[in-house]
């Protein structure tokens, strides 16, 4: 799929939109050198949210099959099996230990680049946290904030929170006082 075409699908979203992929493909070119296919771990980056709506609980499988139908015969096979697994892992934001080493250690650093947000500092941690409640702004308040404060817990209770020593050394401290910060605004 072409970059324009892959751009209009992210159009009209508060976060997972074009500005986040565009984050993360910065990241992906400070950490290129440690991956080991950075095609398939961009390829991901491209297509991980170019299916995203609130109210759906198959957006990264429906990614997936978007990223396999639009790419087959395009990328070398085992490329595209590599990006579908990345695409599929930011599911539950784990890499499944079935995955080969060398796409579980590309996931890992895709994984903390996707979450890398949470990390920044506290006013783009605040951007942030305010776009995810716009693109949530169909659910009630009362929801939305017992939703959100289990998200929150879940992510600061991971240990680690960052899957990579890079990730973990840069963003770990900031992303549990953003995260933290966050839970006590929701009271």
Same mark, same amino acid.
């Given at each position: 799929?072409?970059?324009?075409?892959?751009?209009?699908?992210?159009?009209?979203?508060? #976060?997972?939109?074009?500005?986040?992929?565009?984050?993360?493909?910065?990241?992906?070119?400070?950490?290129?050198?440690?991956?080991?296919?950075?095609?398939?771990?961009?390829?991901?980056?491209?297509?991980?949210?170019?299916?995203?709506?609130?109210?759906?609980?198959?957006?990264?499988?429906?990614?997936?099959?978007?990223?396999?139908?639009?790419?087959?015969?395009?990328?070398?096979?085992?490329?595209?099996?590599?990006?579908?697994?990345?695409?599929?892992?930011?599911?539950?934001?784990?890499? @499944?230990?079935?995955?080969?080493?060398?796409?579980?250690?590309?996931?890992? #650093?895709?994984?903390?680049?996707?979450?890398?947000?949470?990390?920044?500092?506290?006013?783009?941690?605040?951007?942030?946290?305010?776009?995810?409640?716009?693109?949530?702004?169909?659910? @009630?308040?009362?929801? #939305?904030?017992?939703?959100?404060?289990?998200?929150?817990r879940r992510l600061l209770a991971r240990n680690p929170l960052y899957l990579t020593e890079a990730f973990r050394a840069t963003h770990d401290a900031a992303a549990r006082r953003n995260l933290s910060a966050a839970l006590a605004r929701l009271g």
């Amino acid at each position: 799929m072409e970059e324009d075409a892959l751009r209009a699908l992210h159009t009209g979203r508060a #976060y997972h939109g074009w500005p986040h992929v565009q984050a993360l493909l910065a990241l992906w070119h400070r950490h290129r050198a440690a991956l080991r296919d950075p095609e398939a771990v961009r390829l991901a980056i491209l297509y991980h949210d170019a299916v995203y709506d609130p109210r759906r609980d198959d957006n990264e499988a429906a990614s997936a099959a978007l990223l396999r139908a639009s790419e087959a015969g395009r990328v070398p096979p085992a490329r595209l099996d590599a990006a579908e697994a990345l695409v599929l892992a930011t599911a539950r934001h784990m890499a @499944p230990d079935s995955l080969p080493e060398a796409v579980a250690a590309d996931a890992r #650093y895709f994984l903390d680049m996707d979450l890398a947000i949470l990390g920044a500092s506290p006013e783009a941690f605040a951007a942030y946290d305010a776009a995810i409640r716009t693109e949530y702004a169909h659910v @009630p308040e009362a929801d #939305y904030r017992a939703g959100r404060a289990g998200v929150l817990r879940r992510l600061l209770a991971r240990n680690p929170l960052y899957l990579t020593e890079a990730f973990r050394a840069t963003h770990d401290a900031a992303a549990r006082r953003n995260l933290s910060a966050a839970l006590a605004r929701l009271g």
